[in-house]
């Protein structure tokens, strides 16, 4: 079964706007951390933020924030402002477990094209 | 601070060509390591994770292995390569124990024809 969804088809978005990328995950385990890549044409993965099952808050870095709905298990992502700059893949990743456990399970990515 | 190397950054190879690709870390001890690959158009797959020095775990069967010989060099291998083995294949690291930031490599895209 899929663990990581991400289902929006390319998005484009004007200078300076808020873009919002929708992410779902699923999982039992109560333990479990999500993540946020970006990938530009370069092929790089950008590691962006990362959010804890028991985090209270909702993890902000910078221009990134994640919107984390435990109950609906979503863990969308909000880049503020958008720059030219943020046009890329956008990739939503979770661990599973506790400790020993590090393996990262990806969704297949949103695509971002932010227009002047 | 912490820099993630891989090389090569293209290879162009024949199927039932062997493999090797490298991947080191630098500025950190002990670091969990991780392969994965990403078909074209693709989120990224996990080939194959290590905890420590020889101890590697698969995730997907197929022809190709892995293996750590020092603590920051993970190394992925085939003997033939097939022609679906084709990808960019990204090396990653994390600090040992609990993973809230996993940083990849520059990746290598492989063509195999």
């Known amino acids: 079964a899929q663990k990581i969804t991400q289902t929006q088809p390319g998005m484009f978005v004007q200078e300076k706007e808020a873009v919002t990328l929708d992410c779902t995950y699923d999982?039992?385990?109560?333990?479990?951390?999500l993540f946020w890549y970006k990938q530009p044409s370069s092929g790089e993965m950008i590691f962006l933020i990362y959010q804890g099952s028991y985090d209270q808050q909702n993890a902000t870095e910078g221009r990134y924030s994640l919107n984390f709905q435990k109950a609906r298990k979503s863990a969308n992502l909000v880049i503020s402002a958008s720059q030219l700059g943020d046009s890329a893949m956008y990739f939503c990743a979770m661990r599973e477990g506790w400790y020993g456990n590090n393996r990262l399970a990806f969704g297949k990515g949103n695509q971002v094209v932010v227009i002047p | 601070s912490q820099t993630i190397h891989q090389w090569p950054a293209t290879l162009v190879q024949p199927v039932g060509s062997p493999l090797s690709l490298e991947c080191t870390v630098e500025?950190?001890?002990?670091?969990?390591l991780y392969w994965y690959r990403q078909a074209a158009g693709r989120g990224l797959q996990l080939l194959f994770y290590s905890v420590g020095i020889g101890q590697i775990s698969s995730e997907v069967p197929q022809n190709l292995s892995a293996s750590r010989p020092q603590d920051r060099q993970f190394i992925l291998s085939s003997k033939k390569l097939l022609l679906s083995d084709s990808g960019f294949y990204l090396c990653?690291?994390?600090?040992?124990?609990?993973?809230?930031?996993?940083?990849f490599g520059p990746g290598t895209r492989l063509t195999v024809t």
């Open positions: 500025g950190t001890s002990n670091p969990n």
């Open positions: 999982t039992s385990d109560p333990s479990y951390g």
């Open positions: 990653a690291w994390s600090p040992p124990g609990l993973a809230t930031e996993q940083y």
